[in-house]
């Protein structure tokens, strides 16, 4: 007999898998284990970020956001 250790990047996969594996005849046995790892993923890293800002303050300083994103534009062109 041989055992395998998978490790998958995230728990919709990781059902997956075990559906596919249980349906096999050849697999006895499958083992779960979804400890969630300690690193958050991106999402909540960002969302934590914003909701720790002052309301209003990330684009307070934007009056005209078509000039603003205008003068964006045309920084990117003359390099």
């Not at 490790?7 to 594996?21: C, D, E, S, W």
């Not at 096999?24 to 790892?37: G, H, L, T």
């Amino acid at each position: 007999m041989t055992t395998l250790k998978i490790t998958v990047n995230n728990r919709k996969n990781a059902l997956l898998l075990t559906k596919l594996l249980k349906s096999m005849a050849f697999v006895k046995k499958v083992e779960e284990d979804y400890a969630e790892p300690n690193a958050t993923n991106q999402f909540s890293l960002l969302n934590d970020f914003l909701n720790t800002l002052p309301k209003d303050s990330i684009l307070n300083a934007i009056r005209n956001p078509v000039e603003w994103q205008k003068r964006q534009r045309d920084e990117w062109e003359t390099r």
